[in-house]
Every structure is written in structure tokens, then in C-alpha cells.
């Protein structure tokens, strides 16, 4: 469905010290970095798309978080959800939703919440049963 999906960031260098650890802990693998440009990005596995991209907007202009937008990122277990929550934290996030079931959604979806230092909200969830 997707080709990519970029994350706009102002502090590239603390954008990329908090997404390093945070997509590390959910087995995404880190593909490229340019700091001339500045941006990164990490590729889904088998295959390589979509891409996960962060980096300072295209047109130059300051980066503003989108009110209504949030990436989700997949988890294999409701541990990897408090682990990532935990790292999200503990690199500058800040709490948008500890981790937790949300049967709101279906009787298995266990995700938290958080906004990363530039103020994009992220979620991270599991949709299996334990």
C-alpha cells in the first residue's frame, strides 16, 4: 500500500538519536543516512519498502507536526510495545497513551502512544493474542 512514509523533523541529529534506538527495538532495519540533506531511513523486511524517512522538509521551511496524524508502527508483542514506549520516553518523547488493550479498536489491539521531540505522534501496537 505504501511507498514510503517521511516524518518531517527540525534537530535532525536528535530526531535520529531518538528513532535509532526506537525502530531498532522493533527489528526495522536502519538503510541510509545523508547528513548533507539531512535524512535517514529504514526499510521494511522482506521486502524494501515501504520506507520509514525522517528528515527536515523538502521546500526548507520549518517543520510543524500535523494536528490528526500519526504513524503506526507494528509490533510482534505487547512486550515490544512497552519496550518501545519506554525507549520512545527515555530519548525525549513524550507519553500520548501508556501502553495498554484498547478494545475499542478490537479485543486484541494492545499499542501505546507518544510524540516524538519534534512533536509527531506516533503510535507503536500489537494486534496478536497473548
Known sequence: ?????????SDFERALAFYKPLLDS???????????RPWAGWQSSPEPRPLFLI??????QAHQPGNGQMVALLAQSRAQVRQAHALALAHGGRCEGPPGLRPEYHADYYGAYFRDPE??????ACHRVE
Do not use: T, Y
Open 119 to 124: 512533536g509527531n505522534k506516533l503510535c507503536v
Open 26 to 36: 522493533l527489528g526495522i532495519q536502519f538503510r541510509f543516512q545523508d547528513e548533507a
Open 1 to 9: 500500500m505504501f511507498s514510503h512514509i517521511m516524518v518531517g523533523v
Open 55 to 60: 528528515g527536515r522538509p523538502f521546500d526548507g
